[in-house]
């Protein structure tokens, strides 16, 4: 048995609400590893940019905070002293914080991934009771990563068709103009499509779906309390 | 009385000429009409005006009237007109909004305030009616080319439109889909407007045929008279055979020996695929949609890496992909060229010159048209001389002289001494050897 879209996105922010309230860096790594594995259950090829964005991002906080912020007395290691930053000393404090900086960003991002890559986002714009054209743009954003990935996949290969060879950042950062050229075009195209198709009419219906099951109301009181936890005592 | 009605119609995008110049015509109820020209001569507009999409959507100078039954385009919005006219696009990905197939048709059907109970019926029987109730449930993201244009045929029937129009909608398709797809326009009450560079199957739909050239309709007339003024005036839009000269062929420029290849670890797409080509010849390489055309002509040019076998070139390849015109990377058409020669500009102006695109040197390349901004991508990849140039899909929305003056290109730059491999849905397509890539079987020379 699975939750419905809806409840599983109000799970998801419930888990994001905590990772960002909580304190402990264990309870922080035991969200984001529940997290991780349930963006492994998406399938491999479409799951990678985003868990490596989501590991990433948390992990650079984690290696670079402890040189950007000053604090706590147990030095673990003394690195020079240098202009703007100050003394390059590494602490067991500073440690503590990047570690739950950095889960919390992973967490977060990890949440973010789930939603992306297992939600059914047409049953979740439908069940939006208001708003629904804004809950449409939030669903068709959420679809531009994976045709942005199929769009640099494919310019990056017409390059390379041309004998061109691009590398490193510098490199690469050349497709990003194009690439954003491109989804304009994409974008302007769809929206076209979209008006022949009658969006923008007063008015509108929707096809009956499925209502909430038990379950779905469980998981939500279930969140709702996980959040409280993340405040109090996590 | 008449379905829809063009008097006098002339349109302007934005700072640009006429699209179309004095254009009138009337279509009835139930007619199935074959909408002909050139690329770039207006066609796509002619639909979006009768979709009303120009000039809301599109803004521009519009003059004369667009009625269908009985409402003018010009006060009526596109999403107003939805419903009495449907529209499909070329490229399914771009009219695609929902993520999975029941979704997507029943997506219009809310739009239009279809009463609740009755959009999933409808949604299911649009899908059934051009054989696709097995996809109901899947994601559109997994879908081919040709299933995801079957489910934007399904969005545009189930509005029950009285005025339907396709604008090259087969040009993703194998032959056998495209033939299953106009079959299943046949017991349509609506009326069909059809746009389409592959013209034998377009005539064969047809009762009527409107010919398009440079904003003008300069045929509009019942089938057979029309196929008799087009053997006239524009034979190769009649009869598009085209014939391949001898082949001399040299030495080996590629050799894939017994090729595997699979995504990510999923299945395998191609299997024991052996093909060679050898210098002044031109390949086609065939297959049904899905059958790894495209991965093996990406494993020829060297831009997968096998997961077994073997592949030799002689010498450098080049690339076109499908849809080139979407992957263009510089903003001045020159510095397009001059991109895959290390900035040489001398060479970067030859090319153009040659692909008649001249006159476009400063210009950004997303200003040109579509058929133009192929021709670029196709400058792009050939300026550099490859000795082994691989195509996918050259001739995809490409009209039947330009496919033409494409094959002749082909047959000069092989003669010189390099090979070429297409990679083809187009039988027409002229080629020294022919292969056929099937799902599973190794490829046969047909």
Known sequence: MRLSPAPAALVLAAVGATALLARNVTSLAILAAALLVLCLRAPARSRALYLFGAISTGLSVFLLSPFLWVGGGSVLWSGPILPVLGPLDVTTEELAIAARNGLRLSALGLAFSAYALLLDHDRLVAAVPFARRSALAVALATRLVPSLERDARGLAEAVRGRGVVLSGVRGNARLVSPLVAGSLERASNLAEAMEARGFGRPGGTRAPRPAWTSLDRVALGAASALVVAGALWL | ?446
Not at chain 2, 36 to 50: D, E, V, Y
Not at chain 2, 142 to 149: A, P, T, V
Not at chain 2, 248 to 277: F, I, K, M, Q
């Open chain 2, 1 to 446: 009385m008449a379905l829809a009605r063009v008097e006098g119609l002339t349109f302007s995008y934005p700072g640009a000429a006429p699209a179309l110049r004095d254009v009138s015509l009337e279509l009835a109820p139930g007619e199935r009409v074959a909408l002909l020209g050139p690329s770039g001569s207006g066609k796509s507009t002619l639909l979006r005006a009768l979709a009303g999409l120009v000039p809301h959507f599109h803004g521009g100078r519009f003059e004369g009237r667009v009625e269908v039954e009985g409402l003018d385009t010009r006060t009526t919005r596109p999403a107003e007109l939805a419903g009495v006219v449907a529209i499909v696009f070329q490229d399914p990905e771009d009219q695609v909004v929902l993520t999975r197939v029941a979704n997507e048709v029943a997506f219009g059907l809310e739009n239009l305030s279809v009463v609740p109970e009755a959009i999933w019926p409808r949604a299911e029987a649009a899908l059934a009616a051009v054989g696709s109730a097995h996809l109901h449930g899947r994601l559109t993201a997994e879908l081919s080319g040709g299933e995801l244009q079957r489910v934007c045929l399904a969005c545009a029937l189930a509005l029950r439109p009285r005025l339907l129009l396709l604008d090259e909608p087969t040009s993703q398709l194998d032959p056998p889909g495209a033939e299953r797809f106009l079959a299943e326009l046949e017991g349509l009450d609506a009326a069909v407007v059809l746009s389409e560079q592959r013209t034998e199957r377009a005539l064969a739909f047809a009762d009527r045929v409107l010919y398009v050239e440079e904003g003008l309709l300069l045929l509009d007339a019942p089938q057979p008279e029309a196929i008799r003024w087009l053997e006239q005036h524009r034979p190769r839009y009649a009869d598009q055979a085209l014939e391949a000269p001898p082949a001399s062929p040299g030495s080996t420029v590629l050799e894939v020996r017994r090729v595997a290849y699979a995504y990510g670890g999923g299945p395998r797409v191609l299997e024991a695929a052996t093909l060679e080509v050898a210098r002044g010849q031109v390949v086609a390489l065939e297959g049904p949609n899905g059958s790894g055309k495209t991965t093996l002509a990406k494993v020829a040019a060297g831009l997968l890496e096998p997961a077994a076998g073997t592949v030799r070139r002689s010498g450098r390849a080049g690339y076109l992909s499908q849809d080139p015109g979407r992957y263009l990377v510089r903003e001045r058409v020159l510095d397009e060229v001059a991109f895959g020669v290390g900035g040489d500009r001398g060479r970067a102006e030859a090319a153009l010159e040659a692909f008649g695109l001249g006159w476009a040197a400063e210009r950004h390349p997303r200003d040109l048209s579509s058929g133009e901004r192929e021709r670029l991508g196709l400058a792009a990849v050939a300026v550099a001389e490859p000795d082994l140039l691989v195509l996918d899909e050259p001739t995809r929305g490409v009209d039947p002289d330009r496919k033409a003056a494409l094959a002749d290109w082909l047959f000069a730059y092989a003669a010189d001494g390099r090979g070429v491999l297409v990679a083809t849905h187009d039988r027409g397509f002229p080629a020294h050897r022919r292969l056929s890539l099937a799902r599973e079987e190794a490829l046969v020379a047909v």
